[in-house]
């Protein structure tokens, strides 16, 4: 069998090579469609983020294709999406958050997706000074350590990096 780079060279993906025979694999374009709409969050609030800290006055350098921004020269930020899940048994609300550790930013921000998986719910905006881990397991409510960082609004990020111009007086 080919590989599935091969598929989608010929065929623009392998999901299209299989609807192309008549095989339609329910679970797996479900995920497949979950994960573009992540791809699209993730650019979205990306955009986002800088386009408003740039309104502020603010500057943003990107470093590198991972997605680490430098926001005024000061500090550095990633961001992650995290999907809601559902728990088998009881149907309560999880989001697996993975940090970038091998970036190093300063701070993560981590955007919790509504149920639908389809728009931001809130944000928690994770210094690394005080999350080592690589993943965490969130749920609906934490413990104070981690909902301290929780967010309704990117209002906070944004006022850290809001610059101020000072008038010269003389």
């Known amino acids: ?3 599935s780079l091969t598929y989608r060279q010929r065929f623009g993906s392998l999901g299209r090579a299989y609807r192309l025979v008549g095989y ?3 679970r797996a374009d479900r995920s497949i469609e979950v994960n ?3 791809r699209r969050l993730h650019a979205d609030v990306y955009r986002g983020v800088i386009t408003k800290i740039e309104q502020l006055d ?3 350098s990107r470093d590198g294709p991972k997605g680490l921004i ?4 000061e ?3 990633s961001i992650v999406i995290a999907r809601c899940l559902t728990t088998r ?3 309560a609300m999880r989001w697996n958050l993975r940090l970038d550790t091998a970036l190093r930013p300063d701070i993560t921000i981590a955007v919790r997706l509504a149920p639908d998986n389809e728009q931001p719910m809130d944000y928690y905006l994770l210094p690394q000074i005080d999350i080592k881990a690589s993943r965490l397991r969130v749920a609906q409510r934490n413990a104070i350590f981690l909902d301290a960082y929780r ?3 990117l209002h906070r990020l944004f006022q850290i990096s809001a610059r101020t111009r000072l008038r010269f007086v003389g």
Do not use: K, Y
């Open 1 to 3: 069998m080919p590989v």
């Open 24 to 26: 339609v694999p329910q």
């Open 36 to 38: 573009r709409i992540l």
């Open 58 to 60: 603010g500057t943003v």
């Open 70 to 73: 430098t926001i005024n020269g």
């Open 75 to 77: 500090f550095t930020g």
């Open 89 to 91: 048994g009881g149907g």
């Open 151 to 153: 967010f309704d609004t």
